[in-house]
């Protein structure tokens, strides 16, 4: 089951540790979408490509493209260079869905209060990050991920990096919020 933590800002210490609060603030699933709008699924390793679960949430989201990405010192040309690209803070003009099925990673995502939440993605977790969200990737200590990612249509993954505020994606995101509606 999922984890996520009000994060601290020290830069000095690894990105792949915990960066804990002190006293640690642990967030909730439901103060998770409220802060930020990021939904959260679990489901079945062993038993979601046979279940039905994901594939209705697949149509109900209109989700017609799926890949699989694998992130690990073995299996990523410039290991070290893209866990940097990936940990830059940025949004994106269409959700981001990533569904763990091994290994496991951090997602961080700025709340409505401009602050980090580090969300935990371990086996069976499914987050989606709304459209215009400020966030990044890393992996934790154990250097490896599977991740199912899921697109409306063919992908659009292009980054936009901090600052992207002016965006018509960013701009939406934050008028949810000044109008109570978080996903």
Request: glycine share 6%; hydrophobic share 35%.
């Amino acid at each position: 089951m999922v984890r996520a933590w009000f994060m601290d800002n020290d830069t000095s210490v690894d990105q792949r540790e915990e960066h804990h609060l002190n006293p640690p603030r642990y967030v909730s699933l439901e103060e998770l979408q409220q802060l930020t709008g990021v939904e959260y699924f679990n489901f079945d390793v062993n038993t979601y490509a046979t279940d039905g679960v994901l594939e209705r949430i697949k149509k109900d989201r209109g989700y017609t493209y799926e890949d699989v990405l694998i992130c690990s010192k073995e299996c990523l040309p410039n290991y070290e260079e893209k866990l940097k690209i990936f940990y830059t803070e940025h949004l994106h003009t269409d959700e981001e869905i990533r569904f763990c099925v091994e290994g496991s990673g951090y997602f961080d995502v700025r709340d409505k209060n401009d602050e980090w939440i580090r969300v935990e993605v371990t086996p069976g977790d499914m987050l989606i990050l709304p459209s215009g969200i400020y966030h990044r990737f890393t992996l934790d200590k154990g250097n490896y991920i599977k991740a199912m990612r899921f697109f409306i249509g063919q992908p659009v993954w292009t980054a936009h990096n901090r600052p992207a505020d002016n965006m018509e994606c960013r701009q939406l995101y934050l008028e949810k919020f000044q109008r109570g509606i978080v996903a």
